[in-house]
């Protein structure tokens, strides 16, 4: 297979359809710049080089995701505080120890794997198949070889096999455990607090300007102009192509016969409900206490007429006054175990009591229509239009994709547009994250866009519903300013900082002295501060009720307990500043255990191989002897 591979891949390109071999992709470098660099190393591992071009290669690509991911957010600030570039280079640092590792121990990757693994990726099939031409042409606009590509592949398959080994060898948690950790996790406590706000303390801020230029020389970065840019576009729309495109009555056909689970009209029953609720903190009696309850509303629905007014009587469900009128339901709209109760109904009947995520229920089906299979002549417009915005969408990228490959040398859009009528069109200058029109905010074009350098132009942008090549024709590269041009940017900062210090340096005093006998409910009295609780939460919940998310309070939140009620620190959170102590504590239930047991085994597991794997690389990189060219970087 691989032969055949190598032998059929020379014809021409489509688009870089990536989805899982793209993850391979980013992960390992794989994409080539259509830029030339200078060869040197940035890392030797054991004498193996990492060279400058695949780390320049994996670091624009964390750069392009950091960047479509956090879009008007995105600044070299974050990059910076991210420490993105050693992180880089510890990635690929990584991937040379693992492999290493895994070709002492003898792993390896046989052909017939490796086959499977290129034939079963998404990437490369049609239909559910694997197609030689996808992924020829993936090859050629990657600009890589068969060998290269395989190689490439075998290498993250080996890799895989070993990090799995590592992982699937550290991941052990005993019962005893996992009953700790659940109730920790699940132990309830409620803080009081004192909000102390910045804002109100700028009133009472004075600077001057010898403070002003003093903090701007020291934080000009905090002021840069960003960098803005101006480009020229060509439109691949496909509903330009729809009138051109053929469609047969043959493909019709094979479309319907390829996809007739999506002509048929499901089975749909029209239904009634009566429910007897559960909450999730019932003890086993209490929940047996309601399933009785049930069992005798069943034994009266079996034997009354009017299913509704048992329903407006007895059931627990929003739909009570309405007699439990569920209206037409089909299947995957409810719970696995009521749908399975509910179809097995006949018009009349009455179910049993079933057991659901939320309580138990009693059904009764009034009317029953069974599903069909629409003929292929009650859809075959459908169809049509259908095969016609495919292969006009089809007919669009491969047009976009010969212009870039006609385009890659001489980049003149105009002419192009003139001889192929496709639209040209320029924008004003533009920041990332600003408006474009037709383009909007979208991330991918912002960063397709900001990755360019003036008369470069970009690989096919897809953007629903359209196709685009872009070219930089002007940048206004990112500056600082002159103090005089954002003078009152930085006062408005300056006082920002002098009120938050007064701020915190309050909340500071405050807790000192809770911290020395004073209760927070006497102080905040005595200061004029309100007093709030937060209420019952879990001490891993991701937000602290009233007080917002708060990461590094995160940290301090598990060493709170009976004796020991004040933490060390105050929380800072976009809304202030916050000085709390405990005010109740409730124990988690040791009944609910069980039912959640199984996820939080499968969490515990996965956290657990996770540490074992660090552990295990981290021993790796001591025993390795590991050079760092800081130049390079």
Do not use: C
């Amino acid at each position: 297979m691989l032969r055949i591979l190598r032998e059929h891949a020379s014809s021409w390109m489509l688009r870089g359809i990536l989805i899982l071999v793209a993850v391979t992709f980013i992960s390992w470098g794989g994409f080539y710049l259509l830029r030339e660099e200078k060869h040197s190393y940035v890392a030797k591992v054991d004498g193996k080089i990492i060279d400058v071009r695949e780390y320049n290669e994996l670091y624009q690509s964390a750069i392009r995701q950091y960047r479509e991911a956090l879009g008007p957010s995105f600044s070299e600030k974050i990059l910076e505080e991210m420490r993105l570039k050693e992180k880089v280079l510890d990635q690929l640092i990584d991937k040379i120890l693992i492999l290493q590792e895994a070709k002492r121990l003898g792993f390896t990757v046989p052909d017939e794997e490796l086959r499977e693994a290129i034939e079963n990726s998404p990437a490369f099939q049609v239909n559910g198949q694997f197609d030689s031409r996808q992924y020829e042409r993936f090859l050629r606009l990657n600009r890589l070889t068969p060998e290269e590509f395989e190689q490439m592949q075998r290498e993250s398959i080996l890799f895989s096999k070993l990090v799995n080994l590592i992982k699937s060898s550290g991941g052990k948690v005993s019962d005893q455990e996992l009953f700790e950790i659940y109730l920790f996790e699940n132990e309830r406590i409620n803080l009081n607090f004192i909000r102390i706000t910045p804002e109100s303390f700028k009133r009472t801020v004075t600077v001057n300007e010898i403070e002003l230029k003093d903090y701007f020389q020291k934080h000009m970065e905090e002021f840069r102009v960003p960098t803005f840019a101006q480009i020229q576009y060509l439109t691949f729309r496909p509903s330009d192509f729809e009138g051109r495109v053929q469609v047969s009555t043959e493909e019709i056909k094979r479309y319907y016969d390829s996809r007739k689970e999506q002509f048929l009209t499901p089975k749909q029953v029209r239904a009634r409900e009566i429910s007897i609720k559960l909450g999730g903190q019932e003890t086993p009696d209490q929940v047996e206490e309601k399933r009785k309850k049930a069992e005798t509303i069943l034994e009266k629905a079996k034997k009354a007429k009017d299913f509704a007014s048992l329903a407006r009587q007895y059931s627990e469900s929003p739909n009570a006054p309405h007699g439990g009128d569920l209206g037409w339901v089909q299947k995957g709209m409810i719970e696995d175990s009521l749908e399975k109760a509910l179809f097995s109904l006949k018009v009349g009947e009455v179910s049993g009591v079933v057991r659901g995520s939320s309580g138990f229920f009693i059904f009764k089906a009034e009317e029953v229509k069974e599903g069909r299979e629409k003929p292929l002549e009650e859809v075959r417009e459908q169809i049509r239009q259908t095969l016609i915005k495919e292969k006009a969408k089809s007919e669009a990228s491969r047009q976009a994709e010969d212009a870039f490959y006609s385009l890659f040398r001489s980049r003149d859009l105009e002419n192009y547009s003139r001889e192929k009528g496709f639209p040209l069109k320029t924008t004003p200058f533009f920041k990332e994250g600003d408006e474009v029109a037709e383009f909007g905010k979208n991330p991918s074009f912002h960063s397709s866009v900001f990755s360019l350098k003036v008369g470069e132009i970009s690989t096919v942008v897809a953007i629903p519903p359209n196709f685009y090549l872009l070219k930089m024709i002007d940048k206004k590269e990112s500056r600082i300013p002159a103090f005089e041009e954002v003078k009152e940017e930085v006062q408005k900062k300056v006082v920002e900082i002098k009120a938050e210090e007064k701020a915190r340096q309050l909340a500071e005093d405050l807790l000192n002295q809770v911290r020395k006998g004073k209760s927070l409910r006497e102080l905040g009295k005595e200061k004029g501060f309100p007093i709030e609780e937060t209420g019952p939460f879990v001490r891993n919940a991701p937000v602290i009720p009233k007080i917002g998310p708060a990461k590094d309070s995160m940290e301090m939140l598990p060493s709170l307990n009976e004796k020991n009620r004040i933490p060390k620190e105050v929380i800072r959170t976009k809304d202030g500043f916050f000085v709390f102590s405990l005010l109740d504590l409730e124990p988690a239930d040791p009944n609910r255990f069980l039912s959640i047991k199984k996820n939080l085994e499968k969490r515990v597991i996965y956290q657990k191989q996770e540490e074992f794997f660090q552990t295990w690389l981290k021993d790796l990189r001591k025993k390795a002897k590991i050079e760092v060219n800081q130049k390079m970087l």
